[in-house]
């Protein structure tokens, strides 16, 4: 008994499209038929000869101490156990059991509609493939933000979501929500990141600036109205009060001229703004000495 012939045999694990070595060991062989299956039970190789015609299978090693089995492209339906078979007087076999990886891709973050200031905003983060499923993260400033997890099995492969809700406000406007995917098939301290930057609108707001404090007559006057929102509102208008403005202003955009400033200019002027989510206005009151 002590001089018996064995077989022993690795389990192996492969990322998806990765080559995958299945490894048997024979103690005391003699030259003894040896067969290897697939988990179909289907013989690859009978002896060193091949006996399926799947040329990603390849015999790399077929030695006295080992055989040694390449398989190039692996896919999920490989997955399973190899049967190493060795016929001797009895027949001895072993099963290698060859387990395929799908690692996540980068994931996919879609806002489910227009971030807007006050109103809740709807953040996906989509992980279409992965095997085994992966683990789903928010944050924001290296700050764990909690999101709602889902997912559903599609044959041998997870399709898995996680859902992300946020109130922003204006000052959130430009900052980084990131979605992280973690998996076994990743190495170590490896990680899939997507990046989504909040683009949050909000109404405008107004400050009318002028070039100086003092004003004495023939003077000229800058006014800049200083506008903030988002979207950025790009038409400003101008006026003064109830009355027109004086024939002599020029009005550019945001800014308004007054040459040569007389006591006739007094008054109260007003820039006025608006965009999709509101107006705002700023009035000076402006005194010529």
């Not at 190039?72 to 490989?78: I, K, Q, S, V, W």
């Not at 889902?150 to 980084?176: T, Y």
């Not at 909000?202 to 070039?211: L, T």
Request: proline share 7%.
């Amino acid at each position: 008994p002590g001089r018996c012939q064995e077989v022993q045999a690795e389990n192996v694990t492969v990322l998806e499209g990765g080559t995958a070595e299945i490894t048997c060991h024979l103690h005391r062989y003699d030259g003894s038929i040896v067969v290897i299956q697939n988990p179909a039970r289907q013989t690859l190789f009978f002896n060193g000869t091949r006996a399926l015609k799947d040329e990603r299978f390849e015999l790399a090693e077929f030695s006295r101490r080992r055989l040694r089995l390449r398989l190039a492209r692996a896919r999920l339906e490989d997955e399973g156990g190899y049967f190493c078979q060795l016929y001797a007087d009895d027949t001895h076999h072993q099963i290698a059991t060859l387990t395929v990886l799908v690692p996540p891709e980068p994931p996919l973050v879609e806002a489910g509609a227009l971030a807007v200031e006050g109103e809740e905003l709807e953040l996906t983060c989509l992980v279409p493939r992965a095997r085994p499923m992966a683990t789903l993260r928010w944050y924001r400033d290296r700050r764990e933000l909690p999101g709602r997890s889902s997912h559903r099995q599609e044959g041998k492969v997870f399709w898995q979501r996680s859902v992300l809700h946020l109130r922003p406000e204006r000052r959130d406007h430009g900052a980084i929500v990131t979605c992280e995917a973690t998996h076994p098939a990743l190495g170590r301290g490896q990680r899939r990141q997507t990046q989504f930057q909040l683009d949050v609108q909000y109404p405008p707001s107004v400050r009318i600036h002028p070039s100086q404090s003092v004003l004495r007559e023939g003077d000229t006057l800058v006014l800049t109205c200083a506008v903030n929102g988002n979207p950025r509102p790009t038409e400003v208008s101008w006026s003064r009060g109830n009355e027109s403005l004086p024939p002599r202003a020029l009005a550019e955009g945001e800014r308004l001229t007054l040459p040569a400033l007389a006591p006739q200019d007094n008054g109260s002027y007003t820039c006025q703004v608006g965009n999709a989510h509101g107006r705002a206005h700023d009035t000076y009151v402006l005194v010529v000495y």
